[in-house]
């Protein structure tokens, strides 16, 4: 396989994949309730002649037996659900989310549309595809417990005998028409974790009848810091992030308790296991030590994306070939962020891997989750001919 006749092929392609992907754009589903976006995608892959299986409510997987009978399994995976987010951005009005504070700001329509474009590139040549394709389209990526982990819950892939398994993400800090990626650990693990730090609540002039549950809190918070600097070893990533504080309703009055919500990031259990400990002994400690009280809640997210050796350097090699040794960028380091690809993981092997999509002109260049964040479209030229040719990769 040419995989330059791909992107050719692709390229043919990149119109009717854009009007997918702005008709997914305008009509954004929230996690575990993506049925419109599931219909749409099952009548897609029906027309390709595709046939569809649902194992979870929402998403469902595209099953294309290949015309050379193998004992080969490649399952390609996009993620369909959209973020509760109110849309902003003067590049998008064309295809502004209808849905009023539901918008795609992680840029998974453009997956959608991507794989529905290389399920189109494969089905169109599918008598020289040894063996079988999954395309899974997957729902709630964005919400825990992760539809990575309940489809692999359901035994589906399991009973397939997938081989490999490949994921992408779209990329605002490279161009369209490049990719990054990396051997063995990509992305951390997400753990949340929720402290409530309950004190007394009196009058702001009555300190001393009040335990000041604000008070403990700054102590937590600053205490809390140290973990990361002084129990991690510094060689090994770890973040510990205070996102929400909630407390308090007047400036005269001390509250009873303040609730806080934070994430911890890292690339073991083991780290996330010591940190979680630490940070539950610190509320403990900042509680006695004032006379308060606390709970604590830690929930384990997502594992952390871990890249097989081969199948990323299959990921490598065919974009290599298909674009350039000069636009295959392999990342230094991991980055702090979560995907629930990392469930598929833990079964298969598997790499994912990050399509370029940023470009100033076209207002790509936002971060994941900013209202305004937004694909170059010409991403699905490279996406879409890069995911069908690790297809005819090896299975080592
Ligand atoms: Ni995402």
Redesign the pocket.
Known sequence: MEFSKLKQRAKTYLDDIIAMRRHLHRKPELSYQEHKTTSFIVEELEELGINVDRPLQTGCVGVLEGGIEADKVVALRA?IDALPITEEGKHKEPFISENSGVAHC???DA?TANMLGTARLLSEIRDQIEGTVLFIFQPG??KLPGGGRLLCETGYLQKKGVDVIYGL??YPDLEPGQIALRKGALMARPDEFRVELIGKGGHAASPHEAIDPIVMASQFVNQIQTIVSRNVNPTEPAVVTVGKIDGGSAHNVIPAKVDMLGTVRTFGKEIADMIRDRIEATAKGVAEATGGAYTFDFDYGYPAVINTEWAAENVKDAATELLGNGNVKLLEEPIMAG?DFAFYQQEFPGAFFFLGSGREETGSTYS??HPQYNIDEDCFITGAALMASLVFKPLS
Request: glycine share 8%; with cysteine; hydrophobic share 10%.
């Open positions: 993620d992680c840029g998974h997956h990526e964005e993400h779209s995907e994941w989750h």
